[in-house]
């Protein structure tokens, strides 16, 4: 959907910071160690592959991006919806969202109806950089969610892409 990157949005830096503020508890009993953990290798996959660096954010500090769970009409005008796993905001926004009604796995070797979190981190953490979707079936950017599957590492699609946009 181009149209929700009107005009390639930037961030204008690259040293960006995130925080967990959740508004719901995922089902399934996900815990936040376990979120943290998603987030940071999220983090680490676009870390060491692009120009930015995405570190939590310290206490006191402003953070970048702000994170967590969420479920339905959770007050930004994008209610989450069965079918919805997450969603974030363009440059320089910093929302990111996780639909607290799916059930989530931390772990590679999925249930048919688990959803991989670090997949989805990347994903979503690749739209707070700028990135809309790819044609590329072997990028994360590619639009569509298979079940019990997980794509962890960036394409090399993914990776042009974000430095095309610097
Ligand atoms: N959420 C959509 C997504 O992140 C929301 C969305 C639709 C969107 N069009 C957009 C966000 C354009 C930014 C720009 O793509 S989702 C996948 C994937 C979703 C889908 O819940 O459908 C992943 C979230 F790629 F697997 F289909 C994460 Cl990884
Ligand atoms: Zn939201
Ligand atoms: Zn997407």
Do not use: C
């Not at 953070?63 to 989450?80: C, E, Q």
């Not at 969202?97 to 799916?102: P, S, V």
């Not at 772990?107 to 590329?136: C, K, M, P, Y």
């Amino acid at each position: 959907d181009y149209a929700f990157f009107p005009g390639s949005p930037k961030w204008g830096y690259f040293e960006l910071t995130y925080r967990i503020e959740s508004s719901a508890e995922p089902v399934g009993g996900f815990t936040v160690e376990e979120f943290e953990d998603a987030l940071g290798r999220a983090a680490i996959e676009w870390s060491d592959n692009s120009m930015f660096t995405i570190e939590e954010a310290a206490g006191g500090v402003e953070p970048s991006i702000r994170t967590g769970f969420h479920r339905g009409d959770h007050g930004d005008g994008f209610v989450f919806t069965n079918p919805t796993l997450a969603h974030a905001f363009a440059p320089s926004d910093g929302r990111m969202h996780f639909n607290a009604d799916k059930h989530w796995s931390i772990n590679d070797t999925l249930t048919r109806d688990q959803f991989d979190i670090v997949w989805t981190a990347i994903h979503e953490l690749g739209h707070v950089l700028g990135l809309d979707h790819s044609v590329d079936p072997n990028a994360v950017m590619f639009p569509t969610v298979d079940p019990g599957t997980t794509k962890r590492n960036l394409g090399g699609d993914d990776i042009q892409v974000l430095l095309n946009m610097s």
